[in-house]
């Protein structure tokens, strides 16, 4: 019989003479195996788990157009390179314009979009009805819905007024007695405002027309029916400065600044279209709670249609990547893009990463917990073994057994333990982790390949850990004494 056989002998033959002790040791290490592995699991896996969640809230990069820009097509699609496929969830663009039913008197905010990318980008979206699948059907908000009584399956005739086209004058040289202007500026949260401006014979402001639809309805959404807001620019002449010229609407200070900016960049312009009418069939209704139920939704293909236009105000992502991943795709895409900008929606984005660096924390806590426990069972264990074995331990250093032989045989019985306690634990680790995942997430985890091994290691790691204080005292024990009976 070979030494590496009879060592392996005498170590089972010592676990299973102590049966109870041992299982007590082994389900210790089993348990904390199991935690530790499905603690690892879950943490290596949540950020895609966590990653899912959070696109249902929204998406968390915005493309912008640069100052002097237009977007389009072509350029979004470009833009879009600089993120991989398999993390890009979805990206949808829009344009929006203001669209007349003329049959109610009313007037609406109309946005232009691909429907199979908004149900990627905006999940959260609920639609009595259908989306739209072909060209002239729309998707009405609930607000305009209840305002002029439509429902799925009735028709609407849509009216587009054209607006006037710039000339190729500089804001400067617009400024003319008589003059329209029109001109555009980013707002809050990304969203562009719109201003048409009319100047009297003496150059000044003699009236003024802002569409802020896409800003927050009860903010910067007030503004074109704020009368005091809109009459302290009457009679004064461009450029005008925020704060000095005229006053920001109270909690809209980001659209007031847009309008004066807006202003500012205006140029002449002169009707060059004449309005065209298309009759669409509702689809759908949309409910957000947001102020996208203020909206109608058709496709770009029929917005261009009507307008004649490829032109796309912005375009909505969803990425499934962590804070550090999105910023640098920003950077990349506004660095290396002629005439797009990329921005984080970073109420998303810095929820998203609050929430894993909180999970980390967690897991770390749990982890160092539960490995201390572990340590204290296995070792506790360990020591109540040796002073069973102390007669045992001096009659074999009395016999010439040296202190290496014994360090080795407890310090086998731990790694075997260990190893048997690892194994275990990584298969039910999986199981724990699957069984969290389903009933927290919704979903399956994946399964990480080197769990099995790191598992194994870690508990035989503190299996051994565990050894070493009660391995100190079997080593001291005196044979002299022992053999005397104290």
């Known amino acids: 019989m070979t030494k590496r056989r009879m060592f392996l002998r005498m170590i089972t033959a010592s676990l299973l003479r102590r049966r109870s002790r041992m299982l007590i040791a082994l389900l210790s290490i089993g348990i904390g195996a199991t935690i530790l592995a499905g603690l690892v699991t879950i943490y290596v896996d949540v950020p895609r788990q966590m990653g899912a969640q959070f696109r249902s809230y929204g998406a968390n990069m915005l493309l912008l157009p640069k100052d002097g820009e237009t977007l389009n097509s072509e350029s979004l699609a470009d833009a879009l390179q600089a993120i991989p496929e398999d993390e890009l969830v979805g990206a949808a663009p829009y344009r929006y314009v203001r669209l007349d039913m003329t049959t109610r008197q009313q007037s609406f905010t109309a946005a232009g979009t691909d429907f199979e990318q ?147 960049k205006a140029t002449e312009t002169a009707v060059s279209a004449r309005p065209r009418t298309l009759n669409f069939q509702v689809t759908g209704i949309l409910t957000t709670g947001g102020e996208e139920e203020g909206y109608v939704f058709m496709s770009l293909e029929d917005l261009k249609t009507m307008t004649g236009s490829e032109q796309v105000d912005i375009a909505e992502l969803s990425v499934s990547a962590n804070a550090e991943q999105l910023e640098t795709y920003v950077n990349a895409i506004t660095e290396n893009s002629g005439s797009v900008r990329a921005r984080l929606v970073k109420r998303v984005a810095r929820s998203e990463a609050s929430v894993l660096e909180k999970l980390t924390a967690l897991v770390f806590l749990v982890t160092l917990v539960v490995l201390l426990l572990t340590m204290i069972c296995v070792s506790t264990t360990m020591m109540a073994v040796v002073s069973e074995r102390r007669r045992e331990i001096g009659l074999r250093k009395a016999l010439g057994a040296s202190d290496s032989s014994i360090r080795a045989e407890f310090l086998g019985e731990g790694l075997f333990l260990g190893l048997l306690g690892g194994v275990m634990g990584a298969v039910l680790g999986f199981a724990f982790a699957q069984v969290v995942s389903v009933h927290v997430f919704g979903s399956s985890i994946t399964f990480q390949p080197l769990l099995l091994p790191a598992a194994i290691i870690v508990s035989m790691a503190i299996a051994a850990a565990s050894c070493l204080l009660p391995i100190k005292r079997a080593v001291a024990i005196d044979p002299a004494l022992v053999l005397k009976g104290e």
């Open 118 to 264: 908004i149900t990627k980008t905006s999940p959260y979206f609920s639609v009595e009805g259908a989306y739209p699948v072909k060209t002239r059907e729309i998707l009405v908000g609930k607000e305009i819905a209840e305002v002029i009584g439509v429902k799925a399956g009735s028709s609407m005739e849509l009216t587009w007024q054209p607006t006037s086209s710039s000339s190729d004058k500089t804001p400067e040289e617009s400024r003319v007695p008589g003059a329209s202007l029109s001109g555009q500026a980013e707002g809050f949260g990304g969203g562009i405002v719109y201003v048409t401006a009319a100047l009297d014979d003496q150059a000044h402001i003699a009236s003024l027309s802002v569409d802020s639809s896409t800003q927050t309805p009860e903010y910067g959404g007030r503004i074109p029916e704020d009368e005091a807001f809109l009459n302290q620019f009457i009679g004064k002449s461009l450029p005008l400065a925020l704060g000095d010229s005229v006053d920001a609407l109270t909690g809209a200070t980001v659209t007031s600044s847009a309008v004066v900016e807006a202003l500012n």
